[in-house]
């Protein structure tokens, strides 16, 4: 089944111990990208990756880091959280511009 | 500074009728736009797009339409189904960039009442 995969689902940690939520594709897709979902905001890119050592940054990256060591995974790092991160976080992938972005579950996070 | 906005939060419709969802947007570039569809405890999907060579897109319940003077578009349901009661996203993009580089809405959460 195709599938973006998401880790955890739920997060509670507080300020400043780094975390990372996983994020893994099995399409082969060679875009992926980190979305947040904020209650008002509705959603906005945190950071994209268009291939193997390839990021950038998207709207909102300030406090995250991202990888793309391997084609599969894209992980979203965050070294020093801080409460304004609190937030629904999504991965998504896509082989090429004109085929649909799919979504991950979703991760939400809550820093203390 | 909003490039897409769907100025309604909240929409409530009783099941049978026609829902209708706004979005609105303001870069002239954008000549793509597309519509997800969001359950609670799951990610976006893909409901419906259209191309701005277009002014409408069906596909059975759902219509799009587009008003390219007006940088509008609206979503149609009908009829509505208790089960469409989500949240809707409406997202824009340009040629070229696609789903690489989509800017969504707020999104509107539209409740089906039995």
């Known amino acids: 089944e195709a599938q973006v995969t998401q880790n955890p689902r739920y997060l509670i940690t507080v300020t400043g111990k780094k975390l990372t939520v996983t994020c893994s594709q099995n399409?082969?897709?060679?875009?992926m990208s980190w979305y947040r979902q904020d209650p008002g905001l509705g959603l906005r890119q945190i950071y994209y990756?268009?291939?193997?050592?390839?990021?950038d940054k998207g709207d909102v990256p300030e406090g995250y880091k991202v990888s793309r060591k391997e084609k599969r995974n894209f992980p979203l790092i965050l070294e020093s959280p801080s409460p304004n991160q609190t937030s629904l976080y999504f991965c998504?992938?896509?082989?090429?511009?004109?085929?649909?972005?799919?979504f991950g579950s979703g991760t939400q996070l809550s820093v203390l | 500074d909003q490039q897409v906005k769907q100025n309604s939060p909240s929409l409530s419709v009783q099941e049978g009728r026609i829902s209708i969802l706004n979005c609105d947007y303001t870069?002239?570039?954008?000549?793509?736009f597309l519509w997800y569809k969001k359950y609670p405890a799951e990610g976006p999907t893909f409901l419906i797009s259209i191309s701005s060579i277009k002014d409408k897109n069906e596909d059975g319940r759902f219509t799009v339409f587009l008003n390219k003077s007006a940088k509008h578009l609206s979503l149609h349901i009908v009829p509505s189904q208790p089960g469409d009661s989500a949240v809707y996203f409406c997202a824009a993009t340009y040629s070229g960039a696609g789903s690489y580089q989509l800017t969504f809405g707020k999104g509107t959460k539209l409740s089906v009442i039995p």
């Open positions: 998504a992938s896509t082989g090429s511009p004109n085929e649909k972005l799919f």
């Open positions: 990756s268009m291939n193997v050592e390839v990021t």
């Open positions: 870069n002239s570039m954008f000549d793509y």
């Open positions: 399409m082969n897709h060679e875009y």
